[in-house]
T-cell receptor, first 111, second 114 residues
Framework: EDKVVQSPLSLVVHEGDTVTLNCSYE??????LLWYKQEKKAPTFLFML????IEKKSGRLSSILDKKELSSILNITATQTGDSAIYLC???????????FGQGTRLTINP | EPEVTQTPSHQVTQMGQEVILRCVPI?????FYWYRQILGQKVEFLVS????????KSEIFDDQFSVERPDGSNFTLKIRSTKLEDSAMYFC????????????FGEGSRLTVL
């Protein structure tokens, strides 16, 4: 069975801290890994990763994929209260249309 | 910025009733999806739809569920004979391509079955 596991499940930090969120996967035939941010309702797209070792960056957020370790990390530097959300990792399998989601990491940034 | 819109935002129904959740995908997108998230659980894939037919479905998507694109803009999920365990947030999503692009999600329709 295809599986995506995120850690930690919950994280509370102070504003200005740097955080690293983890995602590992066990799937039959990996195609890509996607990160989403879910604040209130709709997950909003952050990154899509297909190649190992290439960092994707958007402002204070960055992400990298390690296909050897079957994992990805999402880094957020200089965190702000607006970064408080659930961060979802999802994997797309070759030849399939569905995304397989992890359970999410709930990140809380305290002022 | 174009977005996926869903209605209703919240629906309460009695067990055994039928519900229809509606979605308007982004206009130039070709692939449409329904996902659901039971409170406290993972987002789960239900079904994908392309070229006016189901292209992939999960084990969850049994005969109780159906999808339709009744006109050029709407994409609907019908749930027949609702059960308590159908209570969840239902997300519609769309994408330009299936393997190379990200999914854009709507705000979700919260279904509560009493």
């Amino acid at each position: 069975e295809d599986k995506v596991v995120q850690s930690p499940l919950s994280l509370v930090v102070h504003e200005g801290d740097t955080v690293t969120l983890n995602c590992s996967y066990e799937v039959t035939n990996f195609r890509s890994l996607l990160w989403y941010k879910q604040e209130k309702k709709a997950p909003t797209f952050l990154f899509m990763l297909t190649s190992s070792g290439i960092e994707k960056k958007s402002g204070r957020l960055s992400s990298i994929l390690d296909k050897k370790e079957l994992s990805s990390i999402l880094n957020i530097t200089a965190t702000q209260t607006g970064d408080s959300a659930i961060y979802l990792c999802a994997v797309r399998i070759q030849g399939a249309q569905k995304l397989v989601f992890g359970q999410g990491t709930r990140l809380t940034i305290n002022p | 910025e174009p977005e996926v819109t869903q209605t209703p935002s919240h629906q309460v129904t009695q067990m055994g009733q039928e519900v229809i959740l509606r979605c308007v995908p982004i206009s130039n997108h070709l692939y449409f999806y329904w996902y659901r998230q039971i409170l406290g659980q993972k987002v789960e894939f239900l079904v994908s739809f392309y070229n006016n037919e189901i292209s992939e479905k999960s084990e969850i998507f049994d005969d109780q569920f159906s999808v339709e694109r009744p006109d050029g803009s709407n994409f609907t999920l019908k749930i027949r004979s609702t059960k308590l365990e159908d209570s969840a947030m239902y997300f519609c999503a769309s994408s330009v391509a299936v393997n190379t692009g990200e999914l854009f999600f709507g705000e979700g329709s919260r279904l509560t079955v009493l």
